[in-house]
């Protein structure tokens, strides 16, 4: 092809990425872009191949050097933007998390079946044999468990509990929480059965604790403390669950 007739083909392709790099270049760093880009990346590619053509066949310096500068014209507004650190916080927390959770969805089925399923064998066997409480739990984190939860123990236990105590929980609960979590994910390198392990453990003792408190006429309180805190507290074990098993089996 000659090059006049590679100018007249390409030349509209030219102009018309010449023209949006121009509004990008005189767009502030900190303006959000309201450029219709969905083909920026398609044609930033297109003037690769077309500069690559260029010299290739030998065409003139300065056709070559036009596409060269808009070539790096371009690479500049495609890699400058940089966002904060809260930005890709707040991406990975709103789309790229959940992303990836949905992509995984069947590692975390089998742990959110395994918690469940034995969360509710472990509760009904307690619940209609209160003996069985002593397989799961020992007597001293029953005895525990009961002075925890215990109704007429509530109300001594908020007046007594001062602003330090309550930061003082709030880490332990957040540690707990987060040492367990790193527990079972890393105990799926063992080929995931120790994320199935975890996860069996944590719904056994979840349904023993909770078969038992209402045997002896505490479940409001473990429940009231159970809605407040196990939303995020169980889904993320169980999330983690679900990350361990993927590990093991890559």
Not at 175 to 188: E, P
Request: charge should be neutral; glycine fraction near 8%; charged fraction near 15%.
């Amino acid at each position: 092809m000659k090059q006049a007739r590679f100018e007249q083909q390409y030349r509209s392709q030219w102009q018309a990425l010449e023209n949006q790099l121009e509004q990008l270049e005189s767009l502030h760093v900190s303006k959000k872009n309201t450029l219709p880009l969905n083909t920026f990346v398609t044609d930033y590619r297109k003037l690769c191949h077309q500069l690559a053509l260029a010299r290739e066949r030998g065409y003139s310096v300065q056709l070559q050097q036009f596409l060269n500068n808009l070539m790096l014209r371009a690479h500049r507004q495609l890699y400058r933007y940089n966002p904060s650190l809260a930005d890709r916080i707040g991406t990975f927390i709103a789309s790229d998390f959940p992303q990836a959770v949905r992509r995984q969805w069947r590692w975390h089925l089998v742990s959110a079946l395994t918690f469940v399923l034995s969360m509710a064998l472990v509760w009904a066997l307690v619940h209609q044999q209160p003996e069985m409480i002593y397989s799961v739990v020992d007597e001293a984190s029953i005895t525990s468990l009961e002075s925890m939860y215990q109704p007429d123990n509530q109300a001594g236990m908020k007046s007594e509990r001062s602003g330090d105590d309550d930061v003082m929980m709030f880490g332990h609960y957040i540690q707990n929480n987060i040492g367990i979590a790193f527990r079972t994910f890393a105990s799926g390198l063992l080929l995931g059965v120790g994320a199935l392990v975890v996860m069996l453990f944590n719904g056994s003792f979840f349904g023993a604790a909770a078969g038992h408190l209402i045997n002896v006429g505490a479940q409001e309180p473990f429940f009231t403390f159970v809605i407040a805190h196990g939303a995020p507290e169980l889904t993320a074990i169980v999330l983690a669950g679900g990350a361990g098993l993927r590990l093991g089996w890559a």
